[in-house]
């Protein structure tokens, strides 16, 4: 089964929790393992853009999610176990689960067809 893990880091203030070298070996790792699906790290915050339609139906573009949160998506993977509890210790591992961060685990929906 498919498991979306949410990478949520702590924003700024919190510090890094770890380094680029914690992360390639947690990739390496999910790799290795053959669980790896996909996966991504995004850009600073800063650089998003957020869209939405109004009641009109026209499109309203501003710059950014002004979430008034402590956490921040900074990437994500997808990987394929068999079940939620190797989901969740795989989640557990992940770099951006410390220090202020944390990982959402969730299954990825599938569609017959």
Do not use: H
Request: charged share 25%; glycine share 14%.
């Amino acid at each position: 089964m498919k498991y979306l893990l949410m990478i949520n880091a702590g924003t700024v203030d919190d510090g890094p929790a770890c380094d680029v070298e914690d992360w390639t070996a947690y990739d390496k790792e999910l790799r290795e393992a053959g669980v790896f699906v996909s996966g991504e790290s995004l850009t600073d915050l800063v650089t998003a853009t957020t869209v939405r339609i109004g009641q009109d139906g026209r499109r309203v573009v501003t710059d950014g999610p002004f979430a008034e949160s402590r956490e921040l998506l900074g990437g994500f993977y997808v990987i394929d176990v068999p079940d939620l509890d190797v989901a969740l210790d795989w989640a557990a591992r992940c770099p951006g689960a410390r220090g202020g961060g944390a990982v959402v685990v969730r299954p990825v929906a599938e569609f017959g067809g």
